[in-house]
């Protein structure tokens, strides 16, 4: 009779180092701090961009600015939006580097 309270006792351990474990491993996730960002923030997320970010296709890993001297019918796309090349390569439009005149 002993034997199954010690097994049972050693189950109950394993299973509250186990649940303290994940608990501390996602605690980011259950605890999540509240995101405070100032206007100039929320106005560059919601702003227009001619910079994409590519992540797939034969540009994969570049950026490429579409300016409007050169690509003239291209529509800006929103920052965070997907953006592509019409040749394959897809990314995320990201906040413009160039200087704008």
Known sequence: ???????????????VGVSIT???SNWDKIFVRENKRTDSEIQT????S????YISGPKGG??????PE???IINPAMIG???????????????DMQDKK
């Open 1 to 15: 009779m002993s034997d199954h309270k010690t097994e049972i006792v050693v189950a109950s351990i394993a299973l």
């Open 22 to 24: 994940a608990i501390f």
């Open 45 to 48: 997320i919601h702003s227009p």
């Open 50 to 53: 001619r910079t994409c970010k």
């Open 62 to 67: 570049t950026i490429q600015y579409f300016s």
């Open 70 to 72: 050169e690509f003239p």
């Open 81 to 95: 939006q997907s953006c592509t090349d019409g040749a394959g390569s897809w990314g995320v439009a990201i906040k």
